[in-house]
Structure formats: structure tokens, C-alpha cells
């Protein structure tokens, strides 16, 4: 029987999705072991990084001799705080390896195949029609910036504010948003925003209930309130607060909370924000999702700062009840649109690649 190798690298790539956001520096990368047209065995990369995809899959019990292995990315050939999983894969007599993106660690970069032909009968690349997969850890690694996403939600007639009532959205939109969430591992909001909302910015969804991305508020002058709900959490997910101010009682009062306040002399221009991205980088952040009105989302659009951006129409008119604190034609004006193939109940998701 002739093996499908797409359906066997697809599985490996639903596997690396379950855990995107999730593996700090590490790229989430899933693996599939093949043998007689079977599946035998299955890993991916553990949340917060290690071990690794393929370790995961052959520490098992299992005769792995003469079996495939599915890779969405590159196996390391490198030693660092775990030895190299080629290492592993030829330990374990794996007949034919198939991945489909080289790793851009130059440690690794298009050595596997040298690394492994001595061992293995084949080594091949597979191609994978989602090119944009790795898009955060290539960012990352090439530039040493994070992934910054947007998403945010409108009325069918393109209000983003409901005057009365807190969701322009369904509940099954809104399911899927927090499942979007998770994918991440830092999201960004405004003191206005937050303030506004009260908002928790977790993952309220069964199953990821206890999955909290870390937390950045942008309050350029201190006007985050005292009290509001996301002071419950900040013991249980690193929350940082970027502000221009020099209110050194606030700045002690939101400490006292357990938010780490850091300070910028600006933050008004692209090179700000830059550098903004570049230290959270610095403290680990990866996947960055942006959760703001118009007026913060319309700042970071100007300067290019953006790079996907998840839209949800709601299915209802808001009319004379809606209303937007800017003006929304860049969201009119988006090009390379594309609806999710995703049931929401009347409401629907778009996604934009916009640099």
C-alpha cells in the first residue's frame, strides 16, 4: 500500500498547533512515527520547550526499527541543555526521515541530512502549503523579535463599541478568541482598554482554564485603575506595565500588586515600540497578541508594527447603539483577507496577513 505522506505530515502539524505559544524560545514541532502504513507513536514539543517532539515520541517501549518519522521542522543537530535528537533518531534505526521547514538556528541549519544519510536510507523535505507556520520562530530567530498579532471584533454595520451591553460577538466567537489566545504567550492591552472592560485576558474556555498568557499593559500615564480583576491573577502570570510616568506612588501601589513597572522616556514613535518589542523578546516573549480598541490598533497598523490581524463580524447590526473612538477605514482597506473556515454560528472570522 502506497504511504500518504501528506496525511501523515498534517497530523504532525496539528500536532505542533496544539502547542504553539507554548514552548517559549523553542518552536513547537510535531512528530509522527510511521511503520507498515501505521501509526506507531506520536510527540510534540513538551509546554515550556523540552523535551523535544521527537524524544517524546521514541522514548517509548517500542520497535522503531525501519519506521518513518514525520517532522514539521528539521530534527537539531546541536548539543544544548538536551543532546541532539538526530542522535536519538539514529539510536532508535529510523529507516526514512520527511520534514518540511529547515531550522534557521544556525547550529542546525540544513545539517541534518549530512548528519543522518550515514545512518538513514532517506532524508527528505516535504512541502507544506502553510508557509506562514513558523512564521513567529523564523521572526525570532532572524531578527530577534517577536511575532506581534492583532484581533479585535465589529458589528456587521463596523462598530467596535457597544454603548449598552459588553459583547458585539456570539459566545461561540468568543470561544474561539480565547482559543486563539492560547495560542500565545504575552498579550498586550491599554489601561483604557482595560479599564473599560475589566478585563481578566485568560483563557476562559474548558480545558485551558489554567493556561494564562503574560500580561503587558501599555498606561502611558498611569491611569490603570485600582481596582479591578486582573489583580487576582498577577500571582500566577508575570504582568508588566510599560509607562512613561514618574508617579512614584502609583508606581509603588501597582509593585505592591506583583506588576513589574518599567519605565520609557517615550512611547509615541515606531523605534519606541521597537525597542518595547525587543525587551520583551528579551524576557522570553515569543507570540505576542494585541487586544485594544481602534485608537492603540490604529498606532501600531501606521507604523507596520503588525503582522496577522484576526477580525470577527459579528452577524448583528449595532446601528444608533454602536459607535468607534477613531476612524475605521483601515480595517475597510485591509488587503490579502481571508475567512477561517470556522463555524460561528452566524458570525464569522477573517484573517489578514498584513506585513
Not at 502506497?2 to 502547542?19: I, R
Not at 513547537?28 to 506520536?42: A, E, F, R, W
Not at 486582573?230 to 506583583?258: D, E, G, P, V, Y
Request: aromatic share 10%; glycine share 4%.
Amino acid at each position: 500500500m502506497k504511504q500518504n505522506h501528506n496525511f501523515f505530515s498534517n497530523l504532525a502539524f496539528n500536532l505542533a498547533a496544539n502547542n504553539l505559544g507554548k514552548t517559549k524560545e523553542n518552536p513547537s514541532v510535531g512528530c509522527v512515527v510511521v511503520k507498515n502504513n501505521t501509526v506507531i507513536s506520536s510527540g510534540v514539543t513538551s509546554v515550556n520547550g523540552r523535551p523535544h517532539a521527537e524524544y517524546n515520541a521514541l522514548d517509548k517501549n517500542l520497535n522503531f526499527k525501519d519506521a518513518v518519522m514525520y517532522l514539521t521542522l528539521e530534527p537539531c543537530t546541536h548539543y544544548g541543555q538536551t543532546p541532539p535528537c538526530t542522535n536519538l533518531i539514529k539510536k532508535k534505526r529510523i529507516k526514512t526521515v520527511y520534514y518540511s521547514f529547515d531550522d534557521p538556528d544556525p547550529r542546525t541549519y540544513q545539517k541534518a541530512k549530512k548528519v543522518l544519510n550515514k545512518k538513514i536510507k532517506r532524508v527528505k523535505k516535504i512541502d507544506y502549503k502553510n508557509k506562514d507556520f513558523y512564521k513567529s520562530y523564523f521572526l525570532n530567530k532572524k531578527k530577534r523579535l517577536p511575532l506581534v498579532d492583532a484581533k479585535i471584533a465589529f458589528s456587521k454595520d463596523f462598530f467596535t463599541i457597544k454603548k449598552k451591553g459588553k459583547w458585539i460577538t456570539n459566545l461561540r466567537s468568543r470561544n474561539v478568541g480565547h482559543l486563539i489566545r492560547s495560542k500565545y504567550d504575552c498579550i498586550i492591552s491599554t489601561s483604557t482598554s482595560i479599564n473599560s472592560d475589566n478585563a481578566l485576558l485568560n483563557c476562559r474556555i474548558k480545558g485551558l482554564n489554567n493556561l494564562k498568557p503574560d500580561l503587558v499593559i501599555i498606561d502611558r500615564k498611569l491611569k490603570l485603575k485600582k481596582r479591578l480583576s486582573l489583580f487576582t491573577l498577577a500571582k500566577k502570570r508575570k504582568t508588566f506595565l510599560f509607562t512613561t510616568s514618574n508617579n512614584l506612588k502609583k508606581i509603588s501601589f501597582f509593585r505592591k500588586k506583583n506588576i513589574k513597572v518599567i519605565r520609557f522616556n517615550s512611547l509615541s514613535t515606531r523605534k519606541n515600540f521597537l525597542d518595547l518589542f525587543k525587551q520583551l523578546f528579551r524576557l522570553g516573549k515569543r507570540r505576542i497578541l494585541i487586544e485594544t480598541g481602534l485608537i492603540f490598533l490604529n498606532e501600531l497598523f501606521k507604523m507596520g508594527l503588525i503582522n496577522n490581524l484576526y477580525l470577527f463580524k459579528s452577524s448583528v447590526k449595532l446601528g444608533s447603539s454602536g459607535f468607534n473612538n477613531t476612524k475605521i477605514n483601515f480595517l475597510k482597506s485591509l488587503k490579502n483577507l481571508k475567512q477561517v473556515n470556522v463555524n460561528l454560528n452566524n458570525d464569522s472570522l477573517f484573517k489578514s496577513r498584513v506585513s
